[in-house]
Each structure stands twice: as C-alpha cells, then as structure tokens.
C-alpha cells in the first residue's frame, strides 16, 4: 500500500490536473494509474470484467466483501474534510458529477510538496 493518506492521493491528483479540478470519477482514475495498489482494487481496469471479476472474487475473498472500499473511502475524503470544495459543473458542461477543488487556504497543507503519512507523536 503506497504510504500516502487518502487526503495526500486527493490532492496529488488535484495539483496535477490542468484546471485544479477534477470529478470524482477522474481523481480514481489518476489514483489508480499511479498506484498500482489501488489498480488491482479497480475491476473495470481490466480487459474482460466479467470474466476476472468472477476470477478475482472467487478465489480472494477481500474483492468479493470490499470491492469498492477504497473508491468510497476517497469520496467520503472528498466530503469530509474542509481543504476540499466541491464546485458544480457549468450549465452546457454534461457529465456525471460535481469537480472538487483545494481550498485556497489549505494549499500549503502538504510541506514542501511531501504528500508522505506523517506519524502523530
């Protein structure tokens, strides 16, 4: 597991988007591309969904109980902590979902561009 809280994953994918904005969807989708971690936890990911997702869910229980644990885990990041803002889309614009953003008074949360967990003492 990458050594980065769901927080710190959120923002990379945030920073390094063009606009500083991305759709729920479109953050998992940076997450899973850089993490091969969270990629193995992203069925539709896979050339044939069905046939591995029944491969997968048969034979490792933690896909078949958990099989979106860590997708939920990020959208209840994104609604829970005050450093993200949640910016409708624009009338014309189609699309599944609202665009998250920083707050700009939560920019500097990270030292030194160092998204790693850091221990509570």
């Known amino acids: ?6 927080i710190a994953l959120i923002t990379m994918a945030i920073l390094q988007s063009p606009k500083k904005r991305l ?6 989708e ?14 539709a990911w896979q050339n044939s969904i069905r046939h591995n997702l029944s491969f997968i869910t048969e034979r490792f229980p933690f896909y078949r109980e958990n099989p979106k644990k860590w997708q939920n885990s990020i959208r ?12 409708p889309r624009e009338p014309g ?6 665009y998250w953003t920083l707050d700009p008074e939560s ?3 990270f030292d030194n ?9």
Request: aromatic share 16%; glycine share 8%.
């Open 113 to 121: 561009g160092s998204f790693l967990r850091r221990r509570k003492r």
């Open 23 to 28: 759709t729920l969807s479109e953050i998992c």
């Open 107 to 109: 920019a500097d949360m």
């Open 1 to 6: 597991k990458p050594p980065y809280s769901y």
């Open 93 to 98: 614009n189609p699309g599944k979902g609202n």
């Open 76 to 87: 209840h990041n994104l609604t829970l902590n005050d450093c993200f803002v949640k910016i």
């Open 30 to 43: 940076f997450i899973s591309g850089r993490f091969p971690y969270y990629r193995e936890k992203f069925p």
